[in-house]
Structure formats: structure tokens, C-alpha cells
């Protein structure tokens, strides 16, 4: 029998509506653009609110050149994803956090934002109008990018006079090349992601954009990515360009507690409920740098990096490994937890998980 699933292949649903799924290699997806088919776009006057957004085709959109995001970065972008169930039914994971954090985003760059319910309603539209692009199970999920921009015309430095919220998809496999090997960090030295006071615990665009260089040069170098020190005593760890950070040390897991400069993961936040609840104790604190030379294991947390185990880390051209084959038994157990559940194949006692 032809797997329901196949690439191209029709399949029904619980809504017993037959879909094509788009015409792409399902085994083959890494974190690369794909465009598909359609975007939701939603406006709003500075000092307003946001009224009714729409769905449409996705393509690209007309900006003034003298757009506040264009010219002053007044912006701030989300990232989660929908899973496909074997049921053909999807599963958003936490999408009101993803909202609340895009409240708290906009409030710091002088920004109107849509509400949670405009925010999730929008994302659960987005989604069902690009269905034939959630992958099949097990093959990866479907990427939900959420953009909130000062879109209106300014030319001397102000918030915009008009604002632009946006949702597009893609099809997404494993983000880092690797896979689910484990990536190897360089500690950052010189360069810092961001300062006290700033907005480094914000999603605002011109955070990633400040850590290209060192990311650059880091891959040149053949790292997957950099771990970031806090830019004050240069001896905490803060996070990496993409995701933040987790040690284990026996039964102990800890990861830099949120002060401002860090960017408050939900995969994060899910990864510390989902250990305690695995009997692990866990800790939010100042974690220093040289807590990693005798660490047991170190993971990554990220929407879209889920859980990725840290073969080695390179501090000032010392290199510490920790098992460079696969994942350590820590991070293993948490990865299956929280994936099952987000995949929808465990009980979701947290209730975290949003079906379409
Ligand atoms: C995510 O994990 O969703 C992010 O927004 C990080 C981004 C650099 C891909």
C-alpha cells in the first residue's frame, strides 16, 4: 500500500477532506526558505489597534524606503511550528506564549501589537491556509514566522506612524547542518549580543542581526555557532546567536536565569517544566563559563533548534568535549519528551499543545 503520507500523494483527514501535499523532498529538509502559499498581513495606526487581518497569496510586500524597520530596525519577529499528527489533524505548540512575548516585544520598541486571541487566530488561519506544506509526521514540522514592523514613513528618528503585522510559513527539517549530531561552540570573546538595559531579552530583528559577524567568522572557523558571555564581568554565559543554553551536572541542570539580556525561550521554559517533571533539579541562575570545563553535558534549546546537543565548546583555544558521538542521556530524555509532545504522541497533561 502507498503510504498516505508520500510526497505528492492525497490523504484524508479527521475533517475527511482529501489534500494534496506540496510537491517536495519530505526526507531532504534542512532550515532553508521555501516559500509557499499564502501570508497573513494585519495593519494598524500608531496610538491604534489592530483591525481584521487577511490571507494572501504569498509573495513579496511594498514597503517605503522610508519605513521605520527599514531605516531605525523598529521590529521584532516570532518563530514556532505546527506538527502534522498521524491523523492528519495539526498541532501548534504554546502559540498565546509566542503571543504574550510579542506583547512584551513591542512594548519595549514602541510598538501596537496584536492581541494573544489576534495573534493565535491569525497563526491557526496562517497554518490551515498553508496545510499541504506541514510535513508528513516524522519528517519535520511546518515553521511559523510572526513579523510586527514599523512600516509607516519616518525620517527623523520616532516610532512609525503605521504598523505591520505579518505571518509567513516554511517547511522545516533539523536547523543546524548537523542534524541531530551534536554542534561544536566557540565562546565569544570580543564581540557581545547584547547589554544591560538593551534588548537582548526581546525578539527585536537588530539582535540577530549584531551577532552575524561573530557567527560568521565562528563558521569560517568550522563551528556550528557562538556561545555569547555576559558583556559586564565577560564570565556568564548568556546564550547562542539562535537558541539558548542548558549544563548538566549529575542530577543538576542549570541555565542562565532571564535578567534583560536573554531572549525567554519557550522551548526553554517548556525544557525546565518538562525536567523538573522528569525529576531533575533545575536551576535559573548566573551559570559561569567555567562551569563548562567540568560539565557533563550541555544542550541548546530553540524553536527551531528543539533540543541540540553540544559536542564541544572552544573557550580563549581550549576545547572541552562532551561525548561527541550523539546526545547525552540527559538531553535524549528531555529531546523525546518534549518532541512526543509536541508531535502528539504522548498525553499532553501540561496542555500546551493547540489542534487544528
Ligand atoms: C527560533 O528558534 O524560532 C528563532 O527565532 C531563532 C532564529 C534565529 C531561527
Excluded at 522610508?66 to 501548534?92: I, M, P
Excluded at 513591542?106 to 499541504?132: G, H, Y
Excluded at 514599523?150 to 547542518?177: D, H, M, R
Excluded at 551536572?249 to 522551548?267: D, E, R, V, Y
Amino acid at each position: 500500500a502507498v503510504s498516505p503520507f508520500k510526497r505528492g500523494a492525497a490523504f484524508s483527514d479527521t475533517h475527511s477532506e482529501t489534500l494534496e501535499l506540496a510537491d517536495i523532498d519530505w526526507d531532504d529538509l534542512g532550515f532553508a526558505y521555501v516559500p509557499t502559499d499564502y501570508m497573513y498581513t494585519m495593519k494598524c495606526t500608531k496610538g491604534g489597534n489592530f483591525s481584521k487581518g487577511e490571507l494572501q497569496r504569498f509573495g513579496n510586500i511594498e514597503l517605503n524606503p522610508s519605513a521605520g524597520v527599514l531605516n531605525y530596525g523598529q521590529g521584532l519577529f516570532e518563530g514556532l511550528k505546527a506538527y502534522r499528527k498521524e491523523d492528519g489533524n495539526l498541532l501548534l505548540f504554546r502559540p498565546e506564549e509566542n503571543a504574550m512575548r510579542m506583547i512584551m516585544g513591542a512594548e519595549r520598541m514602541c510598538m501596537p501589537s496584536p492581541t494573544i486571541d489576534q495573534f493565535v487566530d491569525a497563526v491557526k488561519a496562517t497554518v490551515l491556509a498553508n496545510k499541504r506544506w506541514v510535513p508528513p509526521p516524522g519528517k519535520g514540522s511546518l515553521y511559523i514566522r510572526p513579523l510586527l514592523m514599523g512600516s509607516g514613513a519616518v525620517l527623523g528618528l520616532a516610532p512609525a506612524p503605521e504598523y505591520t503585522f505579518l505571518i509567513y510559513v516554511s517547511p522545516v527539517g533539523n536547523y543546524f547542518k548537523e542534524g541531530v549530531a551534536p554542534i561544536h561552540l566557540i565562546v565569544e570573546n570580543e564581540l557581545h549580543r547584547a547589554t544591560p538595559g538593551g534588548t537582548g531579552g526581546v525578539k527585536t530583528i537588530g539582535n540577530y542581526a549584531a551577532v552575524l559577524k561573530a557567527q560568521s567568522a565562528a563558521k569560517a572557523r568550522g563551528f556550528s555557532d557562538v556561545l555569547y558571555l555576559d558583556c559586564v564581568h565577560k564570565k556568564y554565559l548568556e546564550e547562542v546567536s539562535s537558541c539558548n543554553i542548558f549544563v548538566v551536572k549529575g542530577n543538576s541542570i542549570s541555565t542562565p536565569a532571564i535578567k534583560g539580556t536573554i531572549l525567554p525561550g519557550i522551548t526553554r521554559k517548556s525544557i525546565i517544566d518538562v525536567a523538573r517533571s522528569q525529576g531533575f533539579q533545575v536551576e535559573e541562575r548566573p551559570v559561569t563559563v567555567d562551569e563548562l570545563l567540568d560539565a557533563d553535558e550541555v544542550f541548546c534549546t530553540g524553536t527551531a533548534v528543539v533540543v541540540s546537543p553540544v559536542g564541544s565548546i572552544t573557550y580563549k583555544g581550549k576545547r572541552v568535549s562532551y561525548g561527541e558521538e550523539g546526545f547525552g542521556a540527559v538531553a535524549q530524555q528531555l529531546y523525546s519528551v518534549l518532541t512526543k509532545l509536541q508531535m502528539g504522541l504522548i498525553e499532553d497533561k501540561m496542555n500546551w499543545t493547540v489542534e487544528l
